[in-house]
């Protein structure tokens, strides 16, 4: 009687196909290199409750109900904190498996901090996240060189962190029943 082969957390081989094939496309001209662009449509549905639809995937968001909402969903702040640590996870697995390193467990812990000062009138701090901090936990055989070289490739790969490293371009377009205000109108 053979013994069950145990399960593995991460399929190495699928992961780093999907990676050569994608870099053979762009290297060969047949899938040119562009920008990643995602796209959520979101609207309210009822108070505080929102519903976002990216692609073929709807999920909702809400709040607490000390802010209103009704505690049916996460809350936008919890999407962005996890959205870290998705993007994270997703280059840490590509890392492992361009490097054929197995990982029996991958998690990471991610915690934000967010002034609330101004929104209550009792300051005016800004209101972005003024403080990320993230504990990878990784079990494998590999060595800490190893994992310490798969934590640099998967941050210097993840959309997220980098977009809060570096600054961000944003541009506002607001429309009043249908028409379109200017910037001035905005101030």
Same mark, same amino acid.
């Given at each position: ?13 699928? %992961?780093?196909?999907?990676h =050569? ?5 762009? *290297?060969? +001209?047949?899938?040119? %290199?562009?920008?990643?662009?995602? $796209? *959520? ?6 108070? =505080?409750?929102?519903e976002?639809?990216? +692609? =073929?995937? %709807?999920?909702r968001?809400?709040e607490?109900?000390? !802010?209103?909402?009704?505690?049916? *969903? ?9 959205? &870290?640590?998705? @993007? #994270?996870?997703? =280059? ?13 467990? #991958? ?5 934000a ?5 101004? $929104?209550?009138? !009792? ?5 972005? @996240?003024?403080r990320? &901090? ?14 310490? +070289?798969? !934590? ?5 790969? @993840?959309?997220? &962190?980098?977009? #809060? ?8 377009? #607001?429309?009043?029943? +249908?028409?379109? !205000?200017?910037?001035?109108d $905005?101030?």
């Open positions: 009687m053979s013994e069950a082969r145990p399960r593995r957390l991460v399929n190495l081989e699928a %992961i780093r196909t999907a =050569q094939g994608r870099l053979n496309e762009h *290297a060969s +001209g047949a899938a040119p %290199i562009q920008p990643l662009t995602v $796209r *959520a449509t979101v609207h309210v549905v009822e108070d =505080q409750l929102k976002a639809r990216v +692609g =073929q995937f %709807i999920f968001s809400d607490s109900s000390h !802010l209103g909402g009704r505690g049916e *969903a996460p809350s936008p702040l919890a999407y962005f904190v996890a959205s &870290v640590g998705f @993007c #994270l996870l997703t =280059q840490f697995t590509r890392a492992a498996a361009l490097k054929a390193i197995e990982l029996d467990d #991958l998690r990471v812990d991610v915690r901090s967010f002034p609330v000062e101004w $929104r209550y009138g !009792l300051g005016d701090a800004s209101s972005a @996240c003024d990320l &901090v993230y504990t990878v936990d990784v079990a494998t055989d590999a060595s800490d060189e190893t994992v310490a +070289g798969l !934590l640099r490739w998967a941050e210097r790969a @993840c959309h997220v &962190v980098n977009s #809060l490293r570096e600054p961000v371009r944003v541009d506002v377009t #607001l429309r009043h029943n +249908g028409v379109e !205000l200017s910037s001035s $905005r101030r």
